[in-house]
Nanobody
Framework: QVQLVESGGGLVQPGGSLRLSCAAS????????MGWYRQAPGKQRELVAT???????DYADSVKGRFTISGLDAKNTVWLQMNSLKAEDTAVYYC???????????????WGQGTQVTVSS
């Protein structure tokens, strides 16, 4: 019913930058929030950043000042600009969306397939 398509992961050197994007499509009445989570090997999935309808944002303390989430526009797309990347940012990054379905007006939580970000010299 709802698909999330992520792009932009890859290999980057410490101090470098990457930009992730996530586009939502399908039976969407409204998106209440979209965000990015990450999961490193052997660790639990953790919140990186979220953005809500209206533009309010939240960030993990570990990425504040380095990452910026934006978007959630009419195209149902969000971007995560990641600057000053560190080795500890290495993880699979997952897009998440809280969506009100157009078919039922139920609110559901959907995940993308994940994109690998590797920070290494």
């Amino acid at each position: 019913q709802v698909q999330l398509v992520e792009s932009g992961g890859g290999l980057v050197q410490p101090g470098g930058s990457l930009r992730l994007s996530c586009a939502a499509s399908g039976r969407i009445f409204r998106i209440n929030a979209m965000g990015w989570y990450r999961q490193a090997p052997g660790k639990q999935r953790e919140l990186v950043a979220t953005i809500r309808t209206g533009g309010s944002t939240d960030y993990a303390d570990s990425v504040k000042g380095r990452f910026t989430i934006s978007g959630l526009d009419a195209k149902n797309t969000v971007w995560l600009q990641m600057n000053s990347l560190k080795a500890e940012d290495t993880a699979v990054y997952y897009c998440n969306a809280v969506v009100v379905l157009s078919t039922s007006l139920l609110t559901v939580n959907r995940w993308g397939q994940g994109t690998q970000v590797t920070v290494s010299s």
